[in-house]
């Protein structure tokens, strides 16, 4: 099956400093990648919509100045949390989807600690 | 946007136990998606459901979508400890999953 893989696994960081994580499909082209945050005992809740050579797609709640998308290929796609704070604190899960978006893939996830 | 409301939320119980998980919704599904997510992983699909009454079963697993597409259900039989995790049901509109809050099971050994 299609492999989707994030990198770092975690991260630990101070107050305001940035954090990129990266999302990476492996053996297929995602034209569309979604970003996810999924606190402790939560589900997952969309954050965005990443399109490979376009603007991404955000959320109602979700600012796009703070939690900034990157799709610059198609096997590639970036979020960066700019000043992260505390409650930044999550899992982000990235996916990607093929072309024909019937399925998407998920990635395993980078836990994010923010001090 | 649609609420997808899971039953139960937590559920903990023994090796060999039979049980079943809900999803339901305030509206039509378009079709539904149910995964299973470990402690520190992604999430993992198991099943995709489109047809009203449709069932499917995955081994111990038997997925049924309601006749009105409004509601769905997961039925483990025998539960083993490595059935732990977090079911979560997903609402498929497009390109967009919609998650219900998870089911959280524990099978004790």
């Known amino acids: 099956g299609a492999v989707v893989s994030q990198h770092p696994s975690w991260v630990i960081c101070k107050s305001g400093t940035s954090v990129k994580i990266e999302c990476r499909s492996l053996d297929f082209q995602a034209t569309t990648m979604f970003w996810y945050r999924q606190f402790p005992k939560q589900s997952l809740m969309l954050m965005a919509t990443?399109?490979?050579?376009?603007?991404?797609?955000?959320e109602q709640g979700v600012e796009k100045d703070k939690f900034l998308i990157n799709h610059a290929s198609l096997t590639l796609s970036t979020l960066t949390v700019t000043s992260a704070h505390p409650e930044d604190s999550s899992f982000y899960i990235c996916?990607?989807?093929?072309?024909?978006?019937?399925?998407?893939?998920f990635g395993p996830g980078t836990r994010l600690l923010v001090l | 946007t649609q609420l997808l409301e899971q039953s139960p939320q937590f559920l903990s119980i023994q090796e060999g136990e039979n049980l079943t998980v809900y999803c339901n919704s305030s509206?039509?599904?378009?079709?539904l998606q149910w995964y299973r997510q470990e402690p520190g992983e992604g999430p993992v699909l198991l099943v995709t459901v489109v047809t009203g009454g449709e069932v499917k079963k995955l081994k111990r697993l038997t997925f049924q979508f309601g006749d009105a597409r409004k509601d769905s259900s997961l039925h483990i039989t025998a539960a083993q400890p490595g059935d732990t995790g977090l079911y979560l049901c997903a609402e498929t509109s497009g390109s967009r999953l919609t998650f219900g809050e998870g089911t959280q099971l524990t099978v004790n050994p």
């Open positions: 990443s399109n490979e050579g376009s603007k991404a797609t955000y």
């Open positions: 996916s990607a989807g093929d072309r024909g978006l019937e399925t998407q893939y």
């Open positions: 509206s039509v599904f378009s079709s």
